[in-house]
T-cell receptor
Framework: QQQVKQSPQSLIVQKGGIPIINCAYE??????FPWYQQFPGKGPALLIA?????SEKKEGRFTISFNKSAKQFSLHIMDSQPGDSATYFC??????????????FGEGTQLTVNP | ETGVTQSPTHLIKTRGQQVTLRCSSQSGHNTVSWYQQALGQGPQFIFQ???????GRGNFPPRFSGLQFPNYSSELNVNALELDDSALYLC????????????FGPGTRLLVL
């Protein structure tokens, strides 16, 4: 089963800062890696996802960087805002066409952006 | 907001009871997954349904069971509730072949006393 290690567990930045959240995976049988954002009392919301054939993907202020050789990927939030304060989860699929939708989540990173 | 809805939003049960949670998939999505999220942890995969059949299961005992209906809505049933079953239960839906757009519902918060 795919294992995903996420760090740091918590992160505090000032408004405008660039928090970086890292994830490391073990199994190479993957075809995409999503990131989810979760606010208290809500379900996880899909933020951005990357395929292994690209090294970087940007969507608005969110960027995923992917290092295939190191089996690591990271989320960068540009010009962070207090409204970005939430818990962020990286995830990895189990692999395969039908099983590839079973996600293994990291432990989560609680981000606080101070005004 | 996604088009995935869940009911009820909150539920309190006692140990040994049975519970049924419901999920309505986003329009056009034919696959549903259920996850359990304990407080302070990431979601854990329970099982997945496609074409009304279970086609994948995580490390959960048989007292966790499910159904998918022709309209792609789904149920999660848990028998013989234990205290450790207290968690946020999430369903996620997507269309087979487009799993990158797996969207989660708001969840059902279950408390077992």
């Amino acid at each position: 089963q795919q294992q995903v290690k996420q760090s740091p567990q918590s992160l505090i930045v000032q408004k405008g800062g660039i928090p970086i959240i890292n994830c490391a995976y073990e199994n190479t049988a993957f075809d995409y890696f999503p990131w989810y954002q979760q606010f208290p009392g809500k379900g996880p919301a899909l933020l951005i996802a990357i395929r292994p054939d690209v090294s970087e993907k940007k969507e608005g202020r969110f960027t995923i960087s992917f290092n295939k050789s190191a089996k690591q990927f990271s989320l960068h939030i540009m010009d962070s805002q207090p409204g970005d304060s939430a818990t962020y989860f990286c995830a990895a699929p189990q692999g395969g066409e039908t099983s590839g939708s079973r996600l293994t989540f990291g432990e989560g990173t609680q981000l606080t952006v101070n005004p | 907001e996604t088009g995935v809805t869940q009911s009820p939003t909150h539920l309190i049960k006692t140990r040994g009871q049975q519970v049924t949670l419901r999920c309505s998939s986003q329009s056009g999505h034919n696959t549903v997954s259920w996850y359990q999220q304990a407080l302070g942890q990431g979601p854990q995969f329970i099982f997945q349904y496609y074409r009304e059949e279970e086609n994948g299961r995580g490390n959960f005992p048989p007292r966790f069971s499910g159904l998918q209906f022709p309209n792609y809505s789904s149920e999660l049933n848990v028998n013989a509730l234990e205290l450790d079953d207290s968690a946020l239960y999430l369903c996620a839906s997507f269309r087979q072949g487009i799993k990158e757009t797996q969207y989660f519902g708001p969840g059902t918060r279950l408390l077992v006393l």
